[in-house]
């Protein structure tokens, strides 16, 4: 980017700065934008495109990014894609009139996220009643209900997270958010307390604001319970209610509410690859999860080309799906603390109505077949088989445990299914026998 002759270098002042990491192919257009920055209309020729290639950045404030943020040289504060914090979005690509008033968001993100999972399944054409996989993104939830619209807090209503679960610690850690979590009922497993917390805040936020204060009421649900609390906020003037949910999972009784001025029902169907992403990795570390790698993994012997070209990709996981219409995750097989090429695929999922559990016999078929529509994969066995392979134990020897002795399991002629005559200590068991091989 340095030298007269670049699109950087016509900026005066900017021809010291060496970014060579920065890899944006740079576009000039002439038009009128504005700057994500200072909110000055400039020509296209005076500004340059940022990495959303959506926004501009003129070159005052440009120069100003290169001495004190060079880090984020071309970065995006409007389309910023990467937080859970809660962005005070611009409005047409400038910055927040002073005098609009700023919104308060409230979300109940158990409904959201099964919904969510619920239309994911559908959109990708799976025969799973929903893709498990998917979560959903808070930062990106916040732009599309915003609207560009300062937003003075948000508040997320949920269960309490697994330990494991990261998503809800990050947002925790950013400032205007503001977390309630409720355990499950030991009992049923259901929710506690969720849909009545979340009627109180708001009904509590609607009484308490002074009326010049109040602005617009963001609800991020399709739960008939949050209807008392909408009912409450539309009894005090100055206040609009806005409602967000799929549109499967949003209650008649809500809808019938959407009034076309003070009250509006909007669905996100459209808004669900911006909102959500999906989670393939699969977290192999955690034991309660062990179980179903046994029973529904399946072990792909990679090629080594599969390194290079770095597999599984988005494209290649998509081809995938497609192919076996089931939602899957991944793990690289290790052994010794290094990663074989051995790729462990683990299919759960309940299937809808009218369809049948996953067939893995045809699915292996498929990926077996010489003219297998996917790349990079040299064969393909259940985890199971997998793993007698990999203890070097055969099918036999594996029913001969509990009928000679640990000496002669372990011996070269028991793998070969030479009898004995010696029994094996009852004290010994199966379980013993096989996790010590």
Not at 259 to 279: E, I, P, S, Y
Not at 282 to 295: A, T, Y
Request: hydrophobic share 35%; aromatic share 8%.
């Amino acid at each position: 980017l340095k030298g007269k002759g670049s699109f950087l270098g016509k900026f005066q002042g900017l021809s010291h700065v060496h970014r060579p990491e920065v890899k944006t192919v740079l576009t000039c257009i002439t038009m009128e934008c504005a700057c994500v920055d200072c909110g000055e209309v400039q020509p296209s020729d005076k500004a340059m495109k940022l990495e959303c290639e959506a926004h501009y950045i003129c070159s005052c404030c440009l120069k100003k990014r290169a001495v004190c943020k060079p880090a984020q040289l071309l970065a995006c504060t409007t389309c910023s894609s990467n937080s859970h914090q809660l962005q005070h979005a611009t409005t047409n690509g400038n910055p927040a009139q002073c005098d609009e008033k700023p919104i308060w968001i409230y979300v109940d993100d158990s409904n959201l996220w099964i919904a969510a999972k619920r239309l994911a399944s559908i959109v990708n054409h799976l025969k799973t009643t929903e893709d498990h996989r998917v979560r959903i993104d808070i930062g990106k939830l916040t732009d599309v209900v915003a609207k560009h619209r300062p937003v003075a807090q948000g508040f997320l209503y949920g269960s309490e997270p697994p330990p494991i679960d990261t998503v809800w610690e990050k947002i925790r850690q950013h400032q205007g958010w503001n977390v309630d979590c409720e355990k499950r009922s030991r009992i049923t497993g259901k929710e506690k307390k969720i849909d009545t917390k979340l009627v109180a805040d708001v009904t509590e936020r609607a009484c308490t604001i002074p009326k010049e204060e109040r602005s617009t009421i963001v609800l991020i649900t399709g739960d008939a319970d949050a209807i008392p609390a909408m009912e409450k906020v539309v009894k005090y003037d100055g206040w609009n209610l806005e409602v967000y949910m799929w549109k499967h999972a949003l209650s008649s009784d809500i809808k019938k509410m959407d009034d076309g001025d003070r009250v509006r029902v909007f669905a996100l169907d459209d808004c669900l690859k911006q909102t959500t992403f999906t989670n393939m990795k699969f977290n192999n570390k955690e034991k309660k999860l062990l179980d179903k790698v046994k029973s529904k993994g399946v072990v792909f012997k990679m090629e080594k080309e599969a390194f290079r070209n770095r597999i599984p990709t988005n494209k290649w996981c998509k081809q995938l799906e497609s192919i076996a219409q089931w939602p899957f995750q991944y793990y690289w097989f290790e052994k010794g603390g290094k990663m074989t090429d051995n790729l462990v695929l683990v299919f759960h999922g309940n299937p809808k109505e009218g369809e049948i559990d996953f067939d893995f016999a045809h699915f292996l078929e498929i990926i077996n077949n010489e003219e297998s529509p996917l790349p990079f994969v040299i064969s393909a066995e259940p985890f199971l088989q997998f793993q007698q392979k990999d203890i070097g134990l055969s099918q036999y020897a594996l029913e001969q445990v509990g009928r000679y002795t640990w000496e002669e399991v372990l011996s070269q002629k028991l793998r070969k299914g030479k009898p004995s005559q010696k029994k094996l200590n009852p004290a010994i068991s199966t379980h013993t026998v096989i996790s010590q091989l």
